[in-house]
């Protein structure tokens, strides 16, 4: 989306500026993430308007598997995820929040993660009625990792992060 339009929407959603009535969702992809975020942060600030930021890498990352099946990358998606943080830490902005599809279950939806999940892998606990979804190990995985980058911003440049 083109900054100058999502500040005009957001004016029109929310003329009087209150916060908590606004919610940017960002899907992008993490290459994306990398360029178009900074410049909706920075027509948001410059606009002053206040909004919740958001982070969605699930749907920004759904392939299809060679095998026909819908997958998702969990390296793509924490690499959405670090860039979504990163950005945030660039900025001098505030990530209010990340979107994530999963289930404690023992899927085989989304490739990757530290059990190394194939694409060969997918269909042996594929249960989706819909999009793939981060299993148990996956979740618990993004979780810390989103529980580290969330720790270093609150301890701050004191602590040497």
Known sequence: MDPNELV???DILNPQNRPGRIT???RMGADNM???LPHLIRAIRG???IVTWVSD???????KAPCGLKTRSFDSIRAEVR?????????????GGVHLEMTGQNVTECV???????????SSRYHTHCDPRLNASQALELAF?????????????????
């Open 112 to 122: 990757g993660g530290s059990r190394t999940i194939t694409y060969n892998d997918l």
């Open 57 to 63: 890498p699930m749907h920004g990352n759904t392939t």
């Open 24 to 26: 940017v969702i960002a």
């Open 8 to 10: 005009k929407l957001i």
């Open 83 to 95: 860039a979504f943080f990163d950005v945030h830490d660039q900025e001098g902005s505030y990530p």
């Open 34 to 36: 990398r360029v178009k």
């Open 145 to 161: 990792i989103i529980a580290e980058r969330l720790r270093k911003r609150r301890l701050g440049p004191k602590f040497g992060f």
């Open 47 to 49: 606009a002053g308007q």
